[in-house]
């Protein structure tokens, strides 16, 4: 079927013969010569205007370049969920070791470390070094000693830390 017979079908299909008040066919669906010289004409055109591949360019564009901006923050978000839940980690590991400890010994659990954390992204190894400070005091009374926690790390050029702080009661 030709682009003539095809438009001609759809035309009488629509409701009304008009285009923005313009006739374009009459009672029986018969087109002018005038419209239907135009539609034999725009059919015969095979192809794409310039505007079409510059428009479609440019929706491609925003959506390469959205999804990479979503990619890049997702990575991020990736990395920081990562080093938070590993100074968590050392976090609870430490506080563990140290309220292993008897109440009279406590203190002999009290340390500075640095910890060195290699975790393998994409087939890349990433160290990370984890700060890790402990401080325990006792109180005037002598029947209750404070276990400070803090794990500090470094993450994009700004420094971020994790604090726990509980107590150890003397038992009677």
Request: aromatic share 10%.
């Amino acid at each position: 079927m030709d682009c003539v017979r095809l438009t001609h079908s759809m035309s009488k299909k629509t409701v009304e013969n008009s285009f923005f008040g313009l006739q374009v066919a009459d009672s029986t669906g018969t087109f002018s010569p005038r419209v239907e010289a135009f539609l034999v004409e725009r059919c015969e055109k095979r192809g794409v205007s310039l505007l079409e591949v510059l428009l479609s360019t440019l929706l491609f564009a925003f959506v390469i370049g959205g999804a990479a901006a979503v990619w890049r923050f997702h990575e991020l978000s990736f990395q920081k969920t990562r080093n938070r839940n590993s100074a968590h980690h050392i976090l609870k590991q430490e506080l563990d070791r140290i309220t292993s400890y008897p109440y009279v010994h406590l203190e002999e659990a009290e340390r500075d470390f640095t910890l060195s954390v290699t975790r393998y992204v994409d087939a890349v190894a990433v160290d990370q070094q984890f700060q890790v400070t402990s401080t325990i005091t006792e109180n005037s009374q002598e029947s209750m000693k404070s276990i400070a926690l803090e794990v500090t790390y470094t993450e994009r050029n700004e420094t971020r830390s994790i604090a726990a702080e509980t107590k150890a009661f003397r038992s009677q």
